[in-house]
């Protein structure tokens, strides 16, 4: 799926993806190193200096993946589907979104869980901007 959907080693993860609207890819700070976007390139068919104009923009000193609408937080990562909620470039996007959390729990999903259970309704999506 998105930032996460990783192989953790250990224990399994507390968290489901699958079950989440992709609040992670909703960051506006997906870095993108020089690594990230050869990957992003190559999978795109085109040149670096290309895929860097077409897919990033420059954030605060940081190069980071540009965003698109998005009726659920306001804007998010360019290159989720925003009706399967799914990253469409799984296996070409950036080393950030492959670790991430980086732990068995994710913080937003413990709280979805909780927003889920409080409204008795397992689909419930707490909007977060706009
Ligand atoms: S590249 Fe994929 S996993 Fe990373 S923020 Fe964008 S949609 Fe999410
Ligand atoms: S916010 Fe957490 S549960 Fe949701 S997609 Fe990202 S890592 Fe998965």
Same mark, same amino acid.
């Given at each position: 799926m998105t930032i996460a959907d990783n192989v953790v080693p250990g224990p399994r993860p507390t968290y489901d993806c699958t079950k989440c609207?992709?609040? #992670? #890819?909703?960051?506006?700070?997906i870095i993108v190193e020089k690594e990230d976007l050869k990957r992003l390139a190559k999978h795109h068919g085109i040149d670096v200096e290309t895929a860097r104009r077409r897919f990033t923009k420059v954030k605060e000193g940081e190069q980071v993946l540009r965003h698109q609408k998005d009726s659920i937080y306001g804007s998010i990562c360019m290159?989720?589907?925003?009706?399967?909620?799914? #990253?469409?470039i799984y296996h070409a996007r950036p080393g950030v979104c492959h670790e991430y959390?980086?732990?068995?729990?994710c913080g937003y999903y413990d709280f979805l869980q909780w927003e889920r259970r409080h409204q008795q309704d397992p689909e419930f999506i707490p909007l977060q901007k706009g």
């Open positions: 609207p992709a609040y #992670c #890819c909703s960051y506006d700070r290159f989720l589907d925003l009706k399967t909620r799914g #990253c469409t959390p980086d732990k068995r729990r």
